[in-house]
């Protein structure tokens, strides 16, 4: 409503030898940016049974919707 509300969606995240964490976010949105949390759903090859979770936040940075988001996951590895 009004550019402002809960959101939820799906990210994932990978490094230089192409194993990746994907991870279920959750959070709020207002015309101005958007913040919440990261859970770690799962990941490939080392990040396979990897636990976590971290913050991220997000200013507005465009005319068209545009975000420009800072992220961090703290994370266990089995």
Do not use: M
């Not at 030898?17 to 913040?35: H, L, Q, V, W």
């Not at 990897?50 to 507005?60: S, V």
């Amino acid at each position: 409503v009004d550019g402002s509300g809960p959101i939820k969606g799906y990210c994932a995240f990978g490094d230089a030898d192409g194993d990746r964490i994907f991870t279920d976010f959750t959070g709020n949105i207002s015309p101005t940016g958007a913040e919440g949390t990261n859970v770690i759903s799962g990941g490939t090859g080392k990040y396979a049974g990897a636990t976590g979770n971290g913050p991220w936040k997000c200013k507005a940075s465009g005319k068209n919707g545009e975000l420009h988001c800072n992220q961090r996951l703290d994370y266990r590895l089995p």
